[in-house]
């Protein structure tokens, strides 16, 4: 095989065994990389039921065949396991160095199994694997643990994903954190690695990934490069403004979502856009391994120093879905949610719930102490101090770590939980883009934007623009289609920022030059349809059920849009979910029927 080592390490931190395991091409064509391979060993070695928590639940950190290669945003890796925040499918994917590293160390994933009685952390340095010691690393934030580790190891070239502080207590949104300020964040992966006791893992590779065809490769790579460079988003806006590129242009399209979701615009939204970033704060962008975007914002405040981030997603959770508007205040928030390693769209969001909790007199002052500041919309203090309290679960904040859901839930307030499936919503009102809904009500991961990111056709134009009001045929399986490609996207190793310029026949084009293999555009996408089905069938093992919890908010179902052009607009759901499970082919309450499961080769599971 080309672009694979067909090797998985597998690491019981019960008892302390390591194994190498191998794989062949024929696994490899069924299931590709990353989402694939995780979802493959949860549905052949897990209950699904099991709790979160529990050693029962496994974590695989996987690669792509393109991870580590020369391919454009080729260093991204994933991390698969049960979500404790929603207890379905958790797959979060990072960029940075650490996926890279893992591939040239010889390794195409890792499964963590058990969990250790003392803190551990996992160094890999080529073949040679070690669990070692950790207590003197625990309650270390995510830079003063990767400082230590390359000051023990005496090797400042060794790359770590790691857990700080909100991991170790189980926060139900911490992150797994890569590179200090990139992060593995949703579905509270980094709290599964916590309840294993695993601190952080190293690696050091000195392995080249090989080709089938190097020459050929190389003349894709530099085709599809030179097609990202040349795309305004991909070769403009975001390397000149991050993410944050999005702030102007999704406010003014009306979906900017202000005070949870109360409104849909904000009214200070240009005093945080990456514009006003980059002219206050930004010292230069900071692209991942083998990146021609270069999205990652380097910043420098005076209280933090210099930082990274925050992306678009960070700016909005921690600002306008709280009413706050102190772009310096934000920055310095992000900073520390890295740090103590936790995800800032939950972070924001669980903060947004309790601030409309507040609002409507069901959090009371007393509830929070005396010395905590209230939650009232817009006020900073808010950010300062509770962003420490949740990742060590003192006083209020060990309500907060629980998630949104679980807080509205306390105060009898779930109809101001702004998520789906349990997880915060990201920062898009789908009251302005109904597709969008349609897609946060049916990702397996609950609330997230980025597994079908449909603001590209309703908003940006991406691959051609479609009215975001539209909810027709034509819609419904342009959702199905964006959950498959990002699937083949994710699994090959990829960034789906590359969405932004290249289409699924350049996938097809790098992927096939890197294996050696001769798969057309619908059998990749087919990768991708088997991906999601897998991961679907694992969530209705898990206890999902489709009518109740494929959906949105009440708000944004019956509450008409309060200001801006999308006024008087709601998402019409009803509508388009019947057409989707027609069109995924399932029965009408949502399930997978016997003959899809064979047309996609699950029904071994």
């Keep these: 095989m080309f672009a694979y080592w067909g090797k998985i390490l597998r690491v019981n931190l019960t008892d302390g065994t390591i194994k190498e395991e191998t794989f062949d091409e024929k696994f490899a064509k069924k299931w590709l990389g990353t989402r694939g391979f995780g979802i493959y060993y949860l549905l052949k070695e897990m209950d699904p039921t099991v709790d979160p928590f529990s050693p029962e639940n496994k974590m695989i950190f996987a690669t792509g065949p393109l991870t580590g290669t020369t391919a454009p945003t080729g260093g991204r890796y994933m991390v698969i396991t049960k979500s404790p925040l929603t207890g379905y499918i958790a797959m979060a994917n990072s960029g940075g160095f650490f996926g890279a590293e893992l591939k040239f160390a010889g390794w195409d994933a890792i499964i963590v199994e058990g969990a250790s009685d003392h803190p551990v952390y996992l160094y890999i340095n080529d073949e040679s694997v070690e669990i070692r010691d950790a207590s003197h690393l625990w309650g270390k934030t995510s830079t003063e643990t990767e400082e230590a580790l390359k000051e023990e190891i005496g090797d400042k ?131 991942c391994y083998a990146c021609p975007i270069g999205c990652g914002r380097v910043n420098k405040l005076p209280t933090t120093g210099v930082t990274e981030g925050p992306e678009y997603e960070s700016i909005w959770a921690l600002g306008a879905h709280n ?88 105060y009898n307030g779930t109809e101001y939980f702004m998520g789906v499936k349990k997880q915060e919503l990201p920062a898009y009102d789908p009251r302005g883009a109904e597709g969008h809904g349609l897609g946060y009500a049916t990702n397996n991961r609950g609330g997230c934007h980025i597994k079908q990111y449909m603001i590209s056709p309703e908003i940006l134009g991406y691959p051609y623009k479609m009215d975001p009001h539209d909810i027709g045929d034509e819609k419904v399986k342009m959702v199905i289609l964006f959950q498959d490609l990002t699937a083949l996207i994710d699994a090959a190793g990829l960034c789906v920022f590359t969405t932004f310029g290249l289409g699924a026949d350049d996938y097809r084009d790098m992927l096939n030059a890197a294996l050696g293999w001769d798969l057309s555009t619908e059998e990749y996408l087919k990768i991708g349809e088997r991906i999601w089905n897998a991961e679907r069938l694992f969530n209705l093992r898990a206890g999902l059920d489709p009518l109740k919890e494929d959906t949105l908010p009440k708000r944004l179902l019956e509450e008409p849009v309060r200001n801006g052009p999308n006024k008087g607009h709601v998402v019409r759901l009803h509508l388009m979910l019947p057409k989707y499970y027609k069109f995924r082919g399932w029965t009408e309450d949502g399930k997978i029927t016997e003959e899809k499961m064979k047309e996609l080769g699950i029904d071994e599971f």
């Design 323 to 410: 009413g706050i508007n102190d772009l310096a205040s934000i920055i310095e928030a992000n900073h520390w949610a890295d740090e103590y390693g936790m995800d800032t769209i939950s972070l924001g969001g669980t903060l947004a719930t309790a601030m409309e909790l507040y609002e409507k007199g069901l959090l009371k002052q007393e509830d929070l102490g005396e010395e905590a500041p209230p939650f009232r919309w817009g006020n900073t203090e808010v950010l300062h101090y509770y962003i420490e309290k949740i990742a060590k679960r003192e006083g209020f904040g060990d309500k907060l770590a629980e998630g949104g859901y679980r807080l509205a839930e306390m």
């Design 157 to 287: 070239r060794i790359r770590v994903a790691l857990i700080g502080p909100a991991g170790e207590n189980l926060v139900r949104f911490a992150a797994v954190m890569n590179d200090e300020h990139r992060a593995a964040g949703r579905g509270g992966v980094g709290a599964v690695m916590g309840s294993k006791k695993l601190k952080a893992i190293v690696v050091r590779g000195h392995k080249r990934v090989e080709v089938a065809d190097r020459a050929k490769f190389t003349s894709v790579v530099k085709e599809k490069t030179d097609k990202l460079r040349n795309d305004p988003t991909a070769g403009g806006g975001l390397p000149k403004y991050g993410t944050a590129v999005l702030v102007n242009i999704i406010n003014q399209n009306g979906l900017y979502p202000t005070r949870n979701f109360q409104y849909s615009q904000f009214e200070y939204a240009e005093e945080q856009s990456g514009e006003a970033m980059a002219a206050k704060y930004l010292i230069r962008n900071k692209p």
